[in-house]
């Protein structure tokens, strides 16, 4: 087993990365391994859908098994290594129907023939190592074929998010292909490398758009939304992760039980969605970011709902009652299709529910670009007029890891007349405080889930159109926090679009050398956070220069 794909792997004085019997996720070696193999077979059926694709003849059920096969790679997703030797399986039944549509036979991972068991699929895995190679190619191949990679999850899962609420479009499929195809080569020269990784930051920048349309075309666009957050007395279900989709199928199964349903984590958002607000048994927000699951999660007297990622390992008070959907899974975690659903509805009025109504409390959230951009004439007055002085975008993942207060440091000392701006768990650093008003708006505006990027992108081109500069000349400064695999697709989007100066914490990625993270320091500005007090002088000083 090595990993080094997420913020939180292990680091020691030898290096970074986790190499032992059981990674810091929870993920264990076997299960480690295993998705290697799988990464692998991706790579070779990529080398065939890359050229169907080129034929134009795309298959339609190899791209959509491509996405989801990546996102179960994902930090925090699966741990199944029943479930990866089946998704093996039908990789290589996959892959073989590809070659007999190509009518060619093709080498490298394409040829791949895994074992038919587990000890021999765990004895394959040595070729499917990140580090394959290393030996030969060195560090700085080894970590830009990784941020190739690990972009490219990322990208596959918000691709996945958008093509389960039906959004397909097929460039999408082909840049996933192709660059799974460009990985398939082991790669070795460096600014090939990069400029693969900017492609797929570009490709992402269609993938949110592509999410965007899927989740407003289905639910409608956001706005402003008063969210409980506290809880009220009856049956109760938790809904965590990210997908909408798999939200309003819940809703719908338990409309007029009686069970209200609550939202947790990254589901936060789903509030200001006016097809999902509708149901008057979405009742609000319990808790808080995925890392604080095992006390949440524990307390929470119903069943829980974990839909596409953000899982950790099951705690015995609750383990009984939490059930998986799409690619998350965990062993011996009871796995749901929508068709299930009557199995959460009778856990649920099995189950005690909150026994009282607690004291109403609420946090403000809805602030997507449609509702922000209908206040642009107040922004963009406020900001001629001095009473905005600049913008912090302090957006991304949360996580257990020391130095996140960083996060909450930085909104509490922005001064008054700057606005922030979040997306992504994140915010939970600061979401509940009170940071006032500008002109009638709030000074804190809630963006939405880190797959509402998007939405925080079309903020800035508008603005930037408006005051007739470049995104990077406008009073705004982004400070990003980073966990996992999504947030390495965002960056390399923020990248491909000419952002410049955005800080990164709370500690940069592993498999980032000295030699690569100097490039991202000379070539796009990327700097890592330091203080919070320092780097909002540093923004602010820039901004008057």
Known sequence: MFCFQCEQTARTETGAGCASARGVCGKDEATADLQDVLIYQLKGLGQYAHRLHQQ??????????????????????????????????????????????????????????????????????????VRAGLNIVGEDVIGLRALVLYGLKGVAAYAHHAEVLGEVRPEIGAGIAHALDFLATDPVDADTLLAEALALGQLNFTVMETLDAANTGRFGSPTPTQVRTTPVAGKAILVSGHDLGDLAAILEAT?????????????????????????????????????????????FPGPIVMTSNCLIEPQPAYRNRIFTMGPVGWPGVRHLTH????????????????????????????????????????????????????????????????????YTEFAEQAPDDTMLLTLGCGKYRFNQENFGEIGGLPRLLDMGQCNDAYSAVQVALALSKAFECGVND??????????EQKAAA???TLLALGVRNLRLGPSLPAFLTPALLNVLVEKFGVQPITNAQDDITAALTRQAA
């Open 56 to 129: 134009g003849r795309p298959d339609a059920a190899a791209d959509s098994f491509i996405l989801y096969g990546l996102f179960t790679t994902l930090t925090n997703v699966n741990f199944n290594r029943v479930r990866f030797v089946e998704l093996i399986a039908e990789a290589a039944r996959i892959r073989d129907r590809l070659r007999g549509t190509l009518g060619e036979t093709l080498a490298g991972p394409a040829a791949f023939q895994p074992a038919d068991n587990l000890a021999g699929l765990l004895a394959q895995a040595d070729i499917a190592s």
């Open 255 to 299: 409309k007029d039980t009686g069970i209200n349903v609550y939202t947790h984590g990254e589901m936060l958002p789903a509030h200001s969605y006016p097809k999902l607000h509708a149901y008057p048994h979405l009742a609000g927000n319990y808790g808080t970011a995925w890392q604080n699951q095992h006390q949440e999660f524990a307390a």
């Open 339 to 406: 068709a299930d659903l009557a199995l959460v509805v009778r856990a649920a009025q099995a189950l005690p529910g909150f026994a009282e109504t607690a004291p109403e409390k609420t946090i403000l959230v809805g602030f997507g670009r449609d509702t922000v951009l209908s206040a642009a004439e107040t922004v963009i007055g406020a900001v001629k007029s001095g009473a905005i002085r600049h913008f912090f975008l302090i957006g991304g993942c949360d996580g257990a890891a020391p130095g996140r207060n960083y």
């Open 474 to 483: 406008l009073p705004l400064s982004l400070v990003i926090s980073w966990f």
């Open 490 to 492: 965002v960056l390399l």
